[in-house]
């Protein structure tokens, strides 16, 4: 790939893994994620994923996020969206994530 589209890093906050996800989460770049979140996610008992540097999401971004969702809820883990902004936002909202994973304004909200 010669331009990268998409980052991870990962830190802490309030015992939440956060799971910063950077660029864009779409077709060309769901399985990376995907296989990303899934080490994070078995390493951790909260796992927040961090949207402020996401710039772009589709509906395979979407669908991770509600796989990670279900995992959670079966495997009794918290998650939960993190500071979306912009576009990603308003996809989020147009797609009705809220009636599945909490979303936070900031990390600092995180319980």
């Given at each position: 790939?010669?331009?990268?589209?998409?980052?991870f890093?990962t830190?802490?906050?309030?015992g939440?893994?956060?799971?910063t996800?950077?660029?864009?989460?779409?077709?060309l770049t769901?399985q990376?994620?995907?296989e990303?979140?899934?080490k994070i996610f078995a390493?951790?008992?909260?796992?927040?994923?961090?949207?402020?540097?996401?710039?772009?999401?589709?509906?395979?971004g979407i669908?991770?996020?509600?796989?990670?969702t279900?995992q959670?809820?079966?495997?009794?883990?918290?998650?939960a969206?993190?500071a979306?902004?912009?576009?990603?936002?308003?996809?989020?909202?147009?797609?009705r994530?809220d009636?599945?994973?909490?979303?936070?304004?900031?990390?600092?909200?995180?319980?």
């Amino acid at each position: 790939m010669a331009e990268e589209t998409i980052a991870f890093q990962t830190s802490e906050k309030n015992g939440w893994t956060l799971w910063t996800v950077k660029g864009r989460l779409d077709r060309l770049t769901a399985q990376e994620a995907g296989e990303n979140a899934d080490k994070i996610f078995a390493a951790t008992q909260k796992l927040a994923v961090d949207m402020s540097e996401l710039v772009y999401l589709s509906s395979a971004g979407i669908r991770i996020l509600l796989r990670l969702t279900k995992q959670a809820k079966a495997e009794g883990k918290d998650f939960a969206l993190v500071a979306p902004a912009g576009m990603v936002k308003v996809v989020l909202i147009e797609s009705r994530m809220d009636m599945f994973a909490a979303i936070y304004e900031s990390a600092d909200e995180l319980p």
